[in-house]
Every structure is written in C-alpha cells, then in structure tokens.
Nanobody
Framework: QVQLVESGGGLVQAGGSLRLSCAAS????????MGWSRQAPGKQRELVAI???????NYADSVKDRFTISRDNAKNTVYLQMNSLKPEDTAVYYC?????????WGQGTQVTVSS
C-alpha cells in the first residue's frame, strides 16, 4: 500500500500563488508516476499535471504556463506550484501515485480562489 498526504491548500485572491505538497509513504518502491487532479463542485475530476520517475511532465492546457509540478524523490514528495490563480481553479486537489498497475489517491486539499 501507498499512503499520500496532501497539504498547502487554502484561500487566495485571484492572481495569487499557492504551493501544494504531497508526501508518499508505505510501498513507495511501487511508484512510477505521480500527479495532481482536481474536482470542482458539480464537475468531473480532471487531470492537472503528472510527473514521471525520470522527470518528464505533462499539463492540462488550462494550467500550462501557470502551474509547475516537481518531485523530490529523496523526500518521496511531489509539489504543485500554482501561480496566477484564477477563480476557475477553485477545486479540491488530489494527489495520485501510479505504479505496478495500481493507482493511489490522497484525501484531497481544498483550493479556493476569490475574485
């Protein structure tokens, strides 16, 4: 099993920044790809960004050039730096980890962007 714990959410004004962290523990040797998804009220969960074990990344078009995903393998932690936040970025953000054919999810952290 892999446990994921997110932190760093909160309330911020439009144009502001937040940094989310996700610490992994447990059977971390299973992990290959880590990422962030989000779910806004009344909407489906959507992928925001992923980072693979060798560092390659992919982003949703809606966050490109504003969000940056990074990974500290020594700390088993993945980060999401969010800049130029918009009200439409308001959502619960979930960390996920994939490996050995399994996907693990964190409990989520709320990000609210006020206009």
């Amino acid at each position: 099993q892999v446990q994921l714990v997110e932190s760093g959410g909160g309330l911020v004004q439009a144009g502001g920044s937040l940094r989310l962290s996700c610490a992994a523990s447990g059977s971390i040797f299973r992990i290959n790809t880590m990422g962030w998804s989000r779910q806004a009220p009344g909407k489906q969960r959507e992928l925001v960004a992923i980072i693979r074990s060798r560092g390659s990344t992919n982003y949703a078009d809606s966050v490109k050039d504003r969000f940056t995903i990074s990974r500290d393998n020594a700390k088993n932690t993945v980060y999401l730096q969010m800049n130029s936040l918009k009200p439409e970025d308001t959502a619960v953000y979930y960390c996920n980890a994939e490996g050995s054919g399994l996907t693990y999810w964190g409990q989520g952290t709320q990000v609210t962007v006020s206009s």
